[in-house]
């Protein structure tokens, strides 16, 4: 043996001394990064949601009611403080655009100055109207004075003048009756004109301090103390500088009440028939991933409805926050663990240990000093670990990579009865034909050969 194929024995000694090493020495080397011990206790069974935080109970700051008696129906948003500020009753949070107001407002003026016009002149005139008629009506008295003076008169003429004197006083008597009917009417025709453009004066009026007073209303301020927390449209977009509220939605801000809070997530239409009301959620926070808090599922939607980027139907699901923290604020994302089943004393491994091949689901398992394709049987998973119902035991030891060379690594498969393994003829090995159990490795597989 030459000195060159001595050297090529020692390299691959020392290879295959650095990957026994590696994956089957007993310490607390690189191993133990990439395996797992199999484990017995409890598992849950949980759907995983994202959600958002929110107060349970919130004041809210909206555009004026004035709006709408004003005949706008959308107005836009100026200028608004920053979200998460602090304010108090009374601060500024924010001002709308003053454009459309301003230009009614002005139209308002005008219409003011017009009926005030025609409210002048209509009572001048009335005014010169009703001075002409009671001219005539002391002209008609008058008259009759004279006529009744005539009539005195005629008291020793001929009877056939002093009928003519009757008569002529008698219709001096008639016209100025019917001269006082006339004026009558005229001062209740020049009051009802009055009256007329008055109303239409006190119209405009109204209208106008309408407009003023919403003037005002357009720097929005808070009713009360808290923080400012931006308001959502219809597809939950913030409202910010350049949005457009309307009068049927006319929140600008929210002022949320941070003692109570409460989480509201979306569960796809596959696993809504999961999700009931009392159910126990895990709550974590992706502003602190270290942190979880305990919460129950307090409403279920029964209709679904179609979210922006989503392409199936969800429902809304409300989650209370059973646990108290100071550091909760409103639209913090969540990562919500629903518990909707779960089982006791059973094995589980990482789902990073469990791999598929075909129609089978096994791990590669720590078999001594060598390493096994071993078939499981898999009841459940949840997003950390999988429930193995047969083929591993407590406390043996499974890798949670993928292996590199298995050309010439074993399976054990288990037992025929449970997952119907075509077995070579020419295998000798003996099959179990007992009933398997759970958990069970042994006698509950069989060894062959790739």
């Not at 349970?56 to 920053?82: C, E, F, S, V």
């Not at 589980?348 to 590669?364: D, H, L, M, Y």
Request: hydrophobic share 35%; net charge neutral.
């Amino acid at each position: 043996m030459n000195k060159k194929t001595v050297l090529y024995i020692v390299v691959a000694l020392l290879a295959a001394l650095a990957v026994w090493w590696l994956f089957f020495s007993g310490n607390e080397g690189p191993e133990s990064n990439v395996t797992a011990k199999v484990t017995k206790g409890r598992f849950d069974v949980v759907i995983t949601v994202t959600g958002e935080l929110r107060a349970k109970t919130q004041t809210d700051i909206t555009a004026p009611t004035g709006l709408r008696n004003a005949g706008i129906y959308q107005i836009k948003i100026n200028d608004i403080i920053a979200e998460g500020s602090v304010v108090q009753p009374g601060d500024y949070v924010a001002s709308l655009d003053r454009t459309e107001v301003m230009s009614k407002l002005n139209e308002e003026l005008l219409n003011v100055q017009k009926k005030e016009s025609e409210y002048n002149q209509t009572q001048l005139d009335t005014a010169i109207s009703l001075r002409e008629a009671r001219d005539e009506l002391v002209n008609y008295d008058y008259e009759l004075k004279q006529k009744k003076l005539e009539l005195e008169q005629s008291e020793y003429e001929a009877p056939a003048i002093k009928q003519q004197v009757q008569i002529s006083y008698e219709k001096a008597e008639r016209a100025l009756n019917q001269k006082k009917d006339t004026y009558k009417n005229k001062v209740a025709q020049a009051k009802a004109k009055m009256s007329i453009v008055s109303s239409d004066l006190t119209k405009a009026q109204n209208k106008l301090k309408v407009f003023q007073d919403l003037l005002s209303e357009l720097t929005v301020t808070a009713p009360k103390g808290g923080m400012i927390i931006y308001a959502k449209e219809w597809n939950g977009r913030k409202r910010v500088v350049g949005s457009t509220i309307n009068v049927w939605d006319p929140e600008v801000a929210n002022l949320p009440d941070l003692r109570e809070m409460e989480v509201v997530s979306y569960v796809n239409e596959v696993d809504i028939q999961k999700v009931k009301t009392g159910q126990k959620v895990e709550i974590g926070l992706d502003a602190d991933p270290s942190k979880k808090l305990e919460g129950k599922v307090k409403a279920v939607a029964s209709i679904g409805e179609q979210r922006p980027n989503q392409n199936s139907k969800v429902f809304e699901v409300v989650i209370d926050v059973l646990s108290k923290d100071s550091t909760l604020r409103p639209s913090m994302t969540t990562s919500c663990n629903i518990q909707y089943s779960g089982f006791d004393n059973v094995l589980t491994v990482p789902v990073e240990a469990v791999n598929v091949s075909g129609n089978k689901s096994f791990v590669f398992k720590k078999d001594g000093s060598s390493v096994v394709r071993q078939q499981v049987i898999i009841e459940a998973t949840n997003s950390k670990d999988a429930y193995v119902k047969y083929g591993l035991e407590e406390g043996q030891t499974v890798f949670l990579k993928d292996m590199a060379d298995t050309a010439s690594m074993k399976w054990a498969l288990l037992h025929d009865s449970l997952t119907r393994v075509k077995v070579n003829p020419a295998d000798t090995a003996k099959k179990d034909t007992s009933p398997p159990k759970q958990g069970a490795g042994g006698g509950d597989f069989i060894i062959i050969e790739d």
